[in-house]
């Protein structure tokens, strides 16, 4: 049985839907993304799982007491500026039966229980956000995009986080709007463009839906109308000295082996990423 199903949600402020038509079901110990744009649904969807908002219409299955086995870190983590972490965490303790130990949490999260909330950079708030969300021991944590505005460095040091998160059983709903950061972490991930779930599948089932190919890029000045007869290759496009070669998983090997080294440079190879399932898919970007 999943631990969340969501049926046909609907979301709606007076004229304005905020969630149109969104189904989809979380499984137990996954890692659940839902992707999209800002304004897609996303949130409003995930504050509708946790309780923080009701649904216009449709159904939300929880397999869990929303107060005490959900965790939730919303996007802004705002406390007093001199209210301490370590007070922090005590205080969200407080409100449950079996919480976990504070300060094994702030050890795992590596944050100093005297630090002030205001002298946290970007990334401890975001650390001390999520440790807020787990000191209750929860079933399910909701997290709504914890790397946002973290430099590469502290986004890493998250996803790792995460990853043991996912370790000690707890169901994680992800919402993002990192490609990367759903190819690193989910399981499998909902895309949401204007309220609606467009598709759901596992992020190498995503790619695969938008025609997963490689790429080969690279300059030359001499000819490569070879390159448009080999099984490997489906497309060739020369703009200028630059070539772009499509094909199959051998394309690389292939062009390499057909190709003069001296006449090749800067040379290449991309394949068919989230970002490109998820453009197929809306006819846009994710950011």
């Known amino acids: 049985m999943p631990i969340i199903t969501v049926e046909n949600l609907h979301k709606r402020y007076g004229d304005k839907v905020a969630v149109a038509d969104v189904s989809f079901s979380v499984e137990q110990g996954e890692i659940f993304g839902i992707v999209g744009r800002n304004g897609a649904g996303k949130t409003t969807t995930v504050e509708c799982v946790a309780g923080l908002r009701t649904p216009t219409s449709g159904k939300i299955k929880v397999a869990a007491d929303l107060k005490q086995q959900v965790g939730v870190q919303l996007q802004d983590c705002s406390l007093p500026d001199k209210l301490r972490v370590g007070e922090a965490l005590d205080l969200y303790a407080s409100f449950y039966a079996n919480p976990v130990s504070p300060a094994a949490l702030l050890e795992e999260v590596g944050l100093d229980p005297r630090q002030a909330f205001a002298k946290l950079s970007g990334g401890q708030r975001q650390r001390l956000s999520i440790a807020l969300a787990l000191v209750g021991n929860p079933t399910i944590a909701i997290l709504d995009e914890l790397t946002t505005g973290l430099d590469p460095q502290a986004r890493r040091e998250t996803w790792g986080l995460i990853e043991r998160i996912k370790e000690r059983g707890v169901t994680v709903l992800l919402v993002t709007h990192f490609m990367e950061e759903v190819e690193r972490l989910c399981d499998r991930v909902a895309i949401i463009s204007d309220g609606a779930v467009l598709a759901v599948d596992t992020p190498a089932g995503l790619i695969a839906r938008a025609g997963s190919s ?36 051998n394309v690389l090997h292939a062009v390499v082996l057909t190709l003069p080294a001296g006449q090749v440079s800067e040379l290449r190879s991309e394949r068919t990423t989230l970002d490109d399932a998820f453009l197929s898919l809306t006819g846009h970007s994710a950011t």
């Open 214 to 249: 490689d790429r080969v890029i690279f300059r030359t000045s001499g000819s490569v109308a070879k390159l448009s007869t080999l099984p490997e290759v489906t497309s060739v496009v020369v703009e200028g000295d630059l070539v772009t070669v499509t094909g199959d998983a």
